[in-house]
């Protein structure tokens, strides 16, 4: 989940030359508002299909797509089983990356 100001999204955009004109909501699966609120209605299959449908239109002319982390923002509580729920239905293969901080 991305907002329009995604920082990660717009590296990938200004490294590879991606068209800009293109919009996010086209690279995203949803934004992080759409996402927050499909949960708290109880509608997580939904979201779900939206994401996925949206990956198959975006990735269908496309050599290589990079996915990042489903990022609930302060709601963070959700990210990692998101990210896993999504790689598991988008059939992708996962690098995941983390930092905890020690005590």
Known sequence: FADDDDRKM??????????HNES??????????????????GREEELLDVVVDKFLNYSANKDFVLVSRASLGKHRQGDAFWTAKLAAALSLPVIY?????RS
Not at 10 to 19: E, G, H
Not at 97 to 101: F, L, N
């Open 24 to 41: 996010y909501n086209k690279a995203r699966g949803a934004s992080r508002q759409e996402a927050i609120q499909m949960l708290s209605k």
């Open 97 to 101: 990356v983390t930092h905890e901080a």
């Open 10 to 19: 717009r590296a990938m955009r200004d490294v590879f030359s991606i068209d």
